[in-house]
């Protein structure tokens, strides 16, 4: 079982910046695929980033792609979201997923291919 705790979030005017935290403190979080989703009241839970489990290689929605950055520090058990530019429409629960094990390109952006989930952590972007 993976337990994981986001962190980070807040009310912020639309330019501005959070940093979203995902910790655990599972023993096997070195070996996790990690990965942010947010979702909106009334809408989907969508892809926003993800890293593989050493941090080689990340990926991004296009929605966030220059603005987002995925990060991780295997030796705090934490995956970090640097969010930049923030847009009111990025306004949404943002949520943290693992899983332990590693996931092709071609899946680490689907909701379905993640084991574990956080409770997530509200991001509000003002106008």
């Known amino acids: 079982q993976v337990q994981l705790v986001e962190s980070g979030g807040g009310l912020v005017q639309a330019g501005g910046s959070l940093r979203l935290s995902c910790a655990t403190a599972a023993r096997t979080f070195s070996s996790l695929h990690m990965g942010w989703f947010r979702q909106a009241p009334g809408k989907d839970r969508d892809f926003v980033a993800t890293i593989r489990w050493d941090g080689a290689w990340t990926d991004y929605a296009d929605s966030v792609e220059g603005r987002f950055t995925i990060s991780r520090d295997n030796a705090k058990n934490t995956v970090y979201l640097q969010m930049n530019s923030l847009k009111p429409e990025d306004t949404a629960v943002y949520y943290c997923?693992?899983?332990?094990?590693?996931?092709?390109?071609?899946?680490?952006?689907?909701?379905?291919?993640?084991?574990?989930w956080g409770q997530g952590t509200q991001v509000t972007v003002s106008s």
């Open positions: 997923a693992a899983n332990p094990i590693p996931l092709d390109s071609n899946r680490s952006g689907a909701v379905s291919a993640y084991s574990y």
